[in-house]
């Protein structure tokens, strides 16, 4: 849609590296959507209103992994989109992913269009 913002969404990220935050917070921004961003998924669990969050984004590899809070969220009944980054993907791990319900995939490093692209296709 021509780079357009669909429309403005909440965006919480989870990621345990503070330039990766700072990062997908300044990128998120720049699309227009209002990010939050969180260093621990236990933090973000029970720190955050889920009511207001339109998509998760969160690292695989963290003390709770990204999967991992996905199933939290499922478990409170909390049904957002989630989107997995991770470092370390191949087609056995991206087909895992995918049977627990996480609706995007990105590996890193991932181009800004990607990240756009995932984005307006979830929200």
């Given at each position: 849609?021509?780079?357009?913002?669909l429309?403005?969404a909440?965006?919480l990220?989870v990621d345990?590296?503070?330039?990766?935050?700072?990062?997908?917070?300044?990128?998120?921004?720049?699309?227009?959507?209002?990010?939050?961003?969180?260093?621990?998924?236990?933090?973000?669990l029970?720190?955050?209103d889920?009511?207001?969050?339109?998509?998760?984004?969160?690292?695989?590899?963290?003390?709770?992994?990204?999967d991992?809070?996905?199933?939290?969220?499922?478990?409170?009944?909390?049904?957002?989109?989630?989107?997995?980054?991770?470092?370390?993907?191949d087609?056995?791990?991206?087909?895992?992913?995918?049977?627990?319900?996480?609706?995007?995939?990105?590996?890193?490093?991932?181009?800004?269009?990607?990240?756009?692209?995932?984005?307006?296709?979830?929200?």
């Amino acid at each position: 849609m021509g780079g357009r913002v669909l429309r403005v969404a909440t965006i919480l990220v989870v990621d345990d590296e503070e330039t990766i935050r700072r990062v997908m917070g300044r990128l998120l921004d720049a699309f227009g959507h209002e990010p939050i961003l969180f260093a621990s998924a236990q933090a973000a669990l029970d720190e955050v209103d889920f009511g207001r969050i339109d998509l998760v984004i969160s690292d695989l590899q963290m003390p709770m992994p990204g999967d991992v809070f996905a199933q939290a969220l499922k478990k409170r009944g909390i049904d957002i989109p989630v989107i997995i980054l991770t470092g370390d993907l191949d087609e056995d791990k991206t087909e895992w992913l995918k049977s627990l319900g996480i609706a995007g995939i990105l590996a890193k490093p991932f181009a800004t269009n990607d990240l756009r692209s995932e984005i307006d296709r979830l929200i």
